[in-house]
């Protein structure tokens, strides 16, 4: 994509310039010149969202233009109180019913995490989302990856291990027992112990070389998704745990990863019933 600046609009405040992050604007007020060096710009967009004339192209077209508060639908409007709502009432939902996504709600998801911000601009992320019975069969594909570690974890050797990673809570044996009971039911469709019955499951992957920062910015992208599906009555967890299970490509390719990709995210979404009346309490952060 290529960035130019039209002269005729332009006014020379040098803001685009200002908000650069690769510094590759050029703007001399005296002779009324103004130009971005293709060679060098990442393509963060930075120039054309700033621009109060609109005199910055991409490819020879504006960029789309904030929609005027008379035109921002009740309840999705930018003020302050909205925002902080919707981030600190976003709860990780185990329990979904039975009403179906919409297209456009998942598109919409879809467009939150495509438009987020990126470590240098690298846009690495990419989504795969995983729908109806493939939920299910996923579901029990990982189920019985687990399974297979479990017996190694339920050994001194591996309870060890997660101590010392600090993760002492899991080689509790009731809770290693847990697990098994649970991960079994999945596999003979009993419950849905891994995805809770979502209707849809999000992945996040990542370039395999190359690029760093990868699990950043599907954590950043993951966020947005998940706060814009908040916003829409949709409900959303992270499964730490199907990540954990597909830790080589020959499991990442069961479902649909490609093989120089990684994962960096797996998030469900769906309708539930439950309703939430109250903020969580946590610890203070420090000021």
Not at 169 to 175: G, I, T, V
Not at 187 to 198: K, R, V
Not at 246 to 259: D, Q
Request: hydrophobic residues 40%; charged residues 20%; glycine residues 8%.
């Amino acid at each position: 994509m290529i960035f130019t600046i039209d002269t005729e609009k332009c006014t020379f405040c040098g803001l685009c310039a200002d908000d650069c992050t690769a510094r590759v604007i050029r703007i001399n007020k005296a002779s009324k010149t103004a130009e971005i060096n293709s060679s060098k710009c990442i393509e963060c967009a930075h120039c054309g969202m700033i621009c109060p004339a609109g005199a910055v192209t991409a490819d020879g077209n504006q960029l789309p233009p904030y929609p005027d508060a008379a035109d921002i639908p009740e309840g999705c409007g930018a003020a302050a109180e909205l925002l902080e709502h919707l981030i600190l009432s976003k709860r990780s939902i185990r329990k979904y019913n039975n009403t179906p996504l919409r297209q456009a709600d998942i598109e919409a998801i879809l467009l939150a995490g495509q438009l987020t911000a990126t470590a240098s601009n690298s846009r690495q992320v990419d989504s795969i989302v995983i729908r109806g019975a493939q939920v299910k069969d996923s579901a029990v594909f990982i189920a019985r990856i687990i399974l297979r570690i479990l017996p190694l974890v339920g050994n001194p050797a591996g309870r060890l291990v997660l101590k010392i990673a600090g993760l002492k809570r899991y080689a509790d044996k009731s809770l290693i027992n847990y697990f098994h009971k649970k991960l079994t039911e999945i596999i003979n469709g009993e419950s849905d112990f891994l995805f809770f019955n979502a209707p849809a499951v999000v992945i996040l992957t990542y370039s395999d070389k190359g690029k760093m920062f990868g699990r950043t910015d599907c954590a950043l992208a993951g966020q947005n998704m998940m706060l814009t599906a908040h916003n829409r009555g949709i409900g959303s967890c992270m499964i730490g745990f199907a990540e954990a299970a597909l830790w080589n490509k020959h499991l990442r390719r069961e479902l649909g990863v490609a093989s120089d990709r990684r994962i960096g995210l797996i998030f469900t979404l769906g309708h539930t019933d439950r309703k939430y009346h109250r903020y969580p309490s946590r610890m203070k952060w420090e000021v």
